[in-house]
C-alpha cells in the first residue's frame, strides 16, 4: 500500500458543494452541513471568537 503520487488518483468524490446561504464551497453532502457558515445544523451563523475578520489581519 502506498501513500504517494498512486494514492492522489483516487480521490474523486465530491465531498463539499456550494452551499445554499453563503455561498461558499463548504457544504459537506455527507454531514448535511456548512463548515464556514454552519447551515443544516443551526440557524444561527457560525460564529467563533478566535475568528479573526479579514480587515483586521491586514
Known sequence: MTK???SFGK???VVHIRCRRC???SFNLS???CAHCGFGETKKWRKYNWI???KLLK
Do not use: C, D, E, L
Request: hydrophobic share 0%.
Open 11 to 13: 480521490k474523486n468524490k
Open 31 to 33: 454531514k448535511g452541513r
Open 23 to 25: 455561498g461558499h464551497h
Open 4 to 6: 504517494g503520487t498512486s
Open 52 to 54: 479573526k475578520p479579514k
